[in-house]
């Protein structure tokens, strides 16, 4: 298994700023990804972040308004940019951890408000 | 990735058993079939995964016919805790995964007293 942290945990912001959201593992994971629950709504994958390459946008979502960072194999960040109301969702990462069933594991997200 | 298809939303009282069943006509050879639970305000967890016939775990079954098509999740004798949202997803395992999760509506699960 794989126990996932996420910092800040909530947070309020005005438009036009950036945030930052950090994801710690605490285990070595090679697949590493970004989803965005908006209110009421299923999860929608906004990209993956294998450590050692470039993360992989899924459609509708650009680098620049979520540039993503992975260090290392235990942590990842990212940024929602330039922000707007509609960018208030919920943002969570998520691994594929050890073993033949490839569970993937969520953390417990960041609850994002734009003002 | 195969699309699923849920039932939004199914009402239980406790101490029932509920089955939620899942579509997904277009399964491909090497998906496999996986449910996760969200509760509010968590991140989805695994509850299950499997490929064929019947798997069982201490907390729930699945389902799954000779097709594959479908899948259903069972769980014994539910209680007040067990309301959440139950998501089923079919994806590739093993070498070939690419990890990639596409969530479906997922069904909403009232357990009443």
């Known amino acids: 298994s794989a126990v996932i942290s996420q910092k800040p945990s909530r947070d309020i912001c005005q438009r036009g700023t950036s945030l930052t959201i950090q994801c710690q593992v605490d285990s070595q994971v090679t697949m590493m990804f970004w989803y965005r629950q908006q209110p009421g709504q299923s999860l929608t994958l906004i990209a993956t972040?294998?450590?050692?390459?470039?993360?992989?946008?899924e459609s509708g979502f650009v680098i620049d308004k979520f540039p993503i960072s992975r260090p290392n194999l235990t942590f990842s960040t990212l940024t929602v940019s330039n922000m707007s109301p509609e960018d208030s969702s919920i943002y969570l990462c998520?691994?594929?951890?050890?073993?033949?069933?490839?569970?993937?594991?969520f953390g417990p997200g960041t609850r994002l408000t734009v003002l | 990735l195969a699309k699923t298809t849920q039932p939004i939303s199914m009402d239980s009282y406790e101490g029932q058993e509920v089955n939620i069943t899942c579509s997904h006509n277009?399964?491909?050879?090497?998906?496999?079939i996986t449910w996760y639970q969200q509760f509010p305000s968590q991140g989805p967890r695994f509850i299950i995964q499997?490929?064929?016939t019947k798997v069982t775990n201490e907390v729930a079954s699945l389902f799954i016919p000779a097709d594959r098509k479908s899948s259903t999740l069972s769980l014994p004798r539910v209680s007040l805790s067990d309301t959440a949202v139950y998501y089923c997803l079919v994806g590739v395992h093993g070498s070939g995964n690419t990890g990639k999760l596409i969530f479906g509506q997922g069904t909403t699960l009232q357990v009443k007293p």
């Open positions: 998520s691994v594929v951890a050890g073993g033949s069933t490839d569970t993937q594991y």
């Open positions: 499997g490929y064929k």
């Open positions: 277009n399964i491909a050879t090497n998906d496999y």
């Open positions: 972040a294998n450590q050692g390459s470039e993360a992989t946008y």
